[in-house]
């Protein structure tokens, strides 16, 4: 009997200590780890570990970008963009830093053919892709900084197969997280 006594005051306790602990996280963290996933990360080490400051900054996204006008694309203009990445990967093979230019370039009238904010601001139109598209903006990021970047044909290799993600969830419309297996750049092909 008394042991069991012990055990029910131990539960017991440790449910009033998991209920304060709970309650004095921010309301968003779990929601905001699942939408966001590696951009809730990278959110928080650019915060340098502040996961309040971290979501507050995703929580301002959702507000700002949340209720965009996705827009879908006619077939069109499906293939359209189809046709202007298959050119770009062939190219890689003569040009990485043209095929970069191009990826970039692509992916930037795409977002806007979407809907996604224009311009001459990365960070808003990525931003706007995060809250969307969280599981691969960074390729798009990649995809960016390896054009402007002193990078091996390796890394922008790497970048524009991960650029892919993005393009094929823009193309297809898809949710953010889909698996897709279009990874048309093999190891070793364009490399110097």
Do not use: C
């Amino acid at each position: 009997m008394t042991t069991a006594i012990i055990i029910i005051a131990v539960v017991v306790v440790a449910a009033i200590a998991a209920f304060f602990l709970l309650r004095g996280r921010p309301a968003g963290g779990r929601s905001l780890r699942g939408r966001f996933g590696p951009e809730y990360d990278r959110a928080v080490a650019r915060h340098d570990g502040d996961t309040a400051a971290a979501e507050q900054e995703l929580g301002d996204r959702v507000k700002r970008h949340g209720h965009l006008d996705v827009r879908p694309l006619t077939e069109e203009a499906r293939a359209r963009y189809a046709a202007r990445w298959a050119s770009a990967q062939e190219l890689f093979v003569e040009s990485p830093e043209r095929a970069l230019t191009e990826a970039d370039a692509l992916l930037a009238d795409l977002t806007r053919e979407r809907g996604f904010p224009g311009g001459e601001d990365f960070e808003d139109r990525t931003d706007a892709l995060s809250v969307h598209h969280a599981a691969h903006v960074d390729g798009y990021r990649r995809v960016h900084a390896a054009r402007h970047g002193n990078v091996s044909t390796e890394e922008m290799r790497e970048a524009l197969i991960e650029g892919r993600g993005l393009f094929d969830d823009l193309l297809a419309g898809a949710p953010s997280g889909r698996e897709h297996g279009n990874r048309h750049l093999v190891k070793g092909r364009g490399t110097s």
